[in-house]
């Protein structure tokens, strides 16, 4: 007898960390998106209006609210600084 699957079950798939800033990405990878994240924060435009960059830079993505009101910068740091947090973690515990 072959093993059946649920109906119900739904297979996880593991989220990039970067998807925890957005709404909606729009259909743009969360690779994408952070790319062009950077380039902008390298370009100087770290104080530009994130809603304002993500209409520009990543058309039909939606940020999450409390970060389309934030700047550029604010929106890197929201991203970088957990993803820092969890390497030192993982270094301390080698």
């Not at 798939?13 to 729009?26: N, Q, Y």
């Not at 993505?61 to 957990?82: I, N, Q």
Request: net charge positive; aromatic share 8%; charged share 20%.
């Amino acid at each position: 007898m072959g093993v059946r699957k649920s109906v119900l079950h739904v297979e996880s798939a593991t989220k990039h960390p970067f998807e925890s800033c957005f709404a909606d990405l729009g259909g743009h990878s969360p690779e994408r998106a952070l790319t062009v994240l950077t380039a902008a924060v390298h370009a100087a435009q770290r104080e530009m209006n994130a809603f304002v960059w993500i209409t520009e830079a990543l058309p039909g993505a939606t940020l999450k609210p409390a970060l389309a009101f934030g700047t550029v910068g604010e929106l890197y740091r929201s991203y970088t600084r957990p993803a820092e947090l969890g390497r030192l973690i993982g270094v301390l515990r080698s």
